[in-house]
C-alpha cells in the first residue's frame, strides 16, 4: 500500500535512531501550555475570552511557528465540471469530476475532485471530504474515475512518476465508499500532489508559486508549507462544496490519514466552515503532543520532511519546550466543532498515548464553549471507542484506515449531524 511505503523508508531505521524512543518509563516530564491562560497569564474566563482573545492567539502561533501562514481564496478561481454519471456503481451512485482552477486559467495549478453521493438520498447531502495519496482513481476500482496524470512517489504500478491503470482500486479499503454512501451521505476526495507534489523541490511546483510577491522565490520561514498547502487544498474544495446545491456545505466532515490526518486537524483549526474533523493516526504535527519523547520526534519530521512545515519550526528541532504551543491546543481550535482522533494500537511510531493526550487536553476548551469534551480521563481499551464532542479509540493493527475506523467516523457524523 501507498502508505506503508511512505513509512518504509523512514519508519525502518527507527529501532537504531537514538533519538527515538519507545519506552514509556523514558519519556520523562514536560509542561504543556494551558489552553485556558494567555501568553500573558490572563485567564480566559468565558466564550469571548476565548473567541477574543486565546484563539487568535494561538491560531497565529500555529501559523508563524509550525504550518505556516496560508492565503486565502484567490479571487480568479473557478469551478468546471468534467464528468457526470447518474447511474454509477451499478446505479448506487451519482459520480462527478470538478476541476478547481486556482488561478482561473486551466493551464495553472489545477485539481481535481471526485465526488460520489447515493443517488437515492434527498439532497442536499452531508459529505465526508479527504484527501487521498495515490489518485483519485486508486479510491474504488470504478472503470469511470479519470485516471490521475500527476507526479507519483515511485511504486508499484508508477511508471515514469505516473500512475498506471494497475493501481485502480487500490485504496478502496481506506475509502470504503459503499459504506459512506449506504449512510446517505457523500464522499469528495482529491489526489493531495495536485496541490502540492509531496516532495522537497524548494516549493517551485504546486500552488506555492501562485502566491509569490514579485522577486520571491520561496516561502518565508513564517509561510506555508506543504501541509499549509494540502489544507488550503480543503478550504478551496470546501468554496466548490458550497456551489453545488446537491450537498450540504454546512455538514462536510474533513477526515484524513497520517501526513493528511495532520492536514485535516489543521483545514478544520483555520476553516470554521468545516463541520466535524477527524484525524486518523496523525501522529507527529497531529494529534500526537509533540512535547512527549515517544515514536516520531520534531526534529525527525523536520528532517525527512523538510517540505511539511514552516521554515520556522526547525528552530523547535533541539528546543521542543520551548514551542509556545503543543498539538492539544490545534484540537482545541476546532471546539465547540466535534473532533474524532483515532490510532491504532502497532502505530507506535504515531504514538498513540500522546495522540489521546492530545485530545484530552483540548477537552477543557470545549467544555468552557458549553460542548462536551472527551468522556474519558485514561486512554480507553484497545477497538473501545469513547464518543463525546471530543471522540477517541485506538485500534488492533497497525497504520492504516481501516473499515472498524470508518464505521466510527460514520456512526459519530450521524449523531452530531442528526442534533442540529
Ligand atoms: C511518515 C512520517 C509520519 C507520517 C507518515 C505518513 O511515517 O514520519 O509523520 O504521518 O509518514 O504520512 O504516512
Redesign the pocket.
Known sequence: MV?AA??AA??LAQPEDPGINYDESKVGGYTLPDPLVTRSGERVRNARDWREKRRPEILGLFESEVYGRSPGRPAGMSFETTSLEGQALGGKAVRKEVSVYFTGSKSGPKMQILIYRPRDAKPPVPVFLGLNFGGNHTVHSDPGITLSKEWMRPGPGITGNRATEATRGRAAESWQVEKILARGYALATIYYGDIDPDYDDGFQNGVHPIFYRPGQTRPAPDEWGSIGAWAWGLSRALDYLETDTDLDARRVAVMGH???G?TALWAGAQDERFSIVISNN?????AALARRWYG?TVKR?NT??PHWFAGNFKRYNDAVSALPVDQHLLIALIAPRPVYVASAEEDR??DPRGEFLGALHASPVYRLLGAEGLPASEMPAVNQPVLGGVAYHVRSGG?AVAAFDWEQYLAFAARHWKRR
Do not use: N
Open positions: 502508505l511512505a513509512c523512514v519508519c497520517s501526513r493528511l495532520k496523525s501522529g507527529e504535527g497531529g516520531e519530521i525527512s520532511f511510531w504515531a497504520h
